[in-house]
């Protein structure tokens, strides 16, 4: 199944590079990047925001 899948990976690359000189697949590729790189800079706020909390004073 794994390969059928990549196959049709291959087969639409190469249409889309031959058709429309990679257009759709630099597209492609960079909203992937940028949904990459927004959850990577989402998690290191959200950890830097944890370790500037303080603790919470108990009596």
């Known amino acids: 199944m794994f390969r059928i899948l990549l196959l049709v990976a291959v087969i639409l690359i190469g ?35 944890t370790r500037e909390e303080p603790a919470p004073i108990r009596p």
């Open 15 to 49: 249409y889309d590079a031959i058709a429309h000189q990679g257009l759709y697949t630099r597209n492609a590729w960079a909203s992937v990047v940028g949904l990459t790189e927004s959850a990577v800079t989402s998690a290191r706020q959200l950890g830097q925001d």
